[in-house]
């Protein structure tokens, strides 16, 4: 198994910055990639930014420029640096995270993993 968890949400208010970080630990042969979602109140998940583990990142629209996601691959742990926020960015964000693992010896299998979630709110 592996678990992931997140911190580093709270309330802040318009304009201002927060770092969700998220360390993934467990039996993790590889990791391939780690990326945050959010959901807001009434509306589906839906994804904000990805990276590889060799630093590739994909950010949605909504979020370039003010978003920054990082990884450290050796401690399996993504951050995500918020600046600029904004009332509309107010969510859940969850962590997520594409392993590798070992069934048995010498049998592996591909992973999607999710953290709890940890609320962000961007209000005055």
Same mark, same amino acid.
């Given at each position: ?7 580093? %949400? %709270? *309330?802040?208010?318009? %304009?201002?910055?927060?770092? *969700?970080?998220?360390?993934?630990? $467990? ?7 780690? $990326? ?18 060799? $630093? ?17 691959? +050796?401690?399996?742990? +993504?951050? *995500?640096?918020? !600046? ?18 070992? *069934?048995?010896? $010498?049998?592996? +299998?591909?992973? !999607?993993?999710? %953290? ?9």
């Amino acid at each position: 198994q592996v678990q992931l968890v997140e911190s580093g %949400g %709270g *309330l802040v208010e318009p %304009g201002g910055s927060l770092t *969700l970080s998220c360390v993934a630990s $467990g039996s993790i042969v590889s990791l391939y990639a780690m $990326g945050w979602y959010r959901q807001a109140p009434g509306k589906q998940r839906e994804p904000v930014v990805s990276i590889t583990s060799g $630093g590739s990142t994909n950010y949605e629209d909504s979020v370039k420029e003010r978003f920054t996601i990082s990884i450290d691959p +050796a401690r399996n742990t +993504a951050y *995500l640096q918020m !600046n600029s926020l904004k009332p509309e960015d107010t969510a859940v964000y969850y962590c997520n995270a594409q392993v590798e693992q070992q *069934l048995k010896e $010498g049998v592996y +299998a591909d992973y !999607n993993y999710w %953290g709890q979630g940890t609320q962000v709110t961007v209000s005055s």
